[in-house]
């Protein structure tokens, strides 16, 4: 089992910048990649960012790429999202996710953004 829990999420005006922080404990050594996904209400839940654990190399969504920045601290066994430029679209409720075998197996609760005009 891998736990995850994530933190950082707020208000913040547009153009504004926000990091989330997401913390896995448990099996960790079990981890291939960490990502972020986001939904908004009414909205289905969308891939924003993706980063493999050992080698570093990261994936984005359109959307947010040039924006938005994913990193990892290995020995804090915590992924980060650094959110800049932010615009009213990015209000969403962002998951941290923990990859294994090619699924995206184990979520964390959710943290909230709200990007205000």
């Known amino acids: 089992q891998v736990q995850l829990v994530e933190s950082g999420g707020g208000l913040v005006q547009a153009g504004g910048s926000l990091r989330l922080s997401c913390a896995a404990s448990?099996?960790?050594?079990?981890?291939?990649?960490m990502g972020w996904f986001r939904q908004a209400p009414g909205k289905e839940r969308e891939f924003v960012a993706r980063?493999?654990?050992?080698?570093?190399?990261?994936y984005a969504a359109d959307s947010v790429k040039g924006r938005f920045t994913i990193s990892r601290d290995i020995a804090k066994n915590t992924v980060y999202l650094q959110m800049n430029n932010l615009k009213p679209e990015d209000t969403s409720l962002y998951y941290c996710?923990?990859?294994?075998?090619?699924?995206?197996?184990?979520w964390g609760q959710g943290t909230q953004v709200t990007v205000s005009s």
């Open positions: 996710t923990a990859q294994i075998q090619s699924s995206w197996s184990y």
């Open positions: 448990g099996r960790t050594f079990s981890i291939d990649s």
């Open positions: 980063i493999i654990w050992s080698g570093g190399r990261t």
